[in-house]
């Protein structure tokens, strides 16, 4: 493919990615706490909050699986350079923005959640990119071609 078609694939998806990761937040965001999770800590207040974190990084680890893929077929090498672009790019024009007006007014676990958000976004792609690439084939001819 040509530079400019490769250019413009990467912009597409990097925003079908961010329509990706906002629509399947949300959704993890309205789902209970299940009712077994509640009695595993003991404070229903601790449980909730770890519940919601926990359940937010799976989704952005399946969310980011299918993009990882592509992402590696395209672009080979490029793709975690690519990928870690992506997340930098959601950190700063959508988290930050959002967000930065009230981080200093918020409390400490508000912030801290804030902080492990952004943390979790920056790291999951690159990651997920990484591991596909690393990932063995089953195909012999492809284990064996250098990448």
Known sequence: MSSPTLILVAAVLGYVYLKAYTYATYVAATQSTPAWWLSVLGNSGRSAVIWMMLLHVMTLALVSLPFAWILD?????????????????????????????????????????????????????????????????????ERSRER
């Open 73 to 141: 077929r395209i672009y080979g090498r490029l793709a975690l350079y690519l990928a870690f672009g992506f997340s930098v790019a959601i950190c700063v024009f959508v988290k930050l923005q959002a967000l930065s007006a009230h981080f200093a007014k918020a409390s400490p676990l508000l912030q801290g959640l804030w902080l492990f958000d952004v943390l979790a976004v920056l790291v999951a792609l690159p990651a997920t990119v990484w591991a596909v690439r690393k990932w063995s084939s089953n195909y012999r001819i």
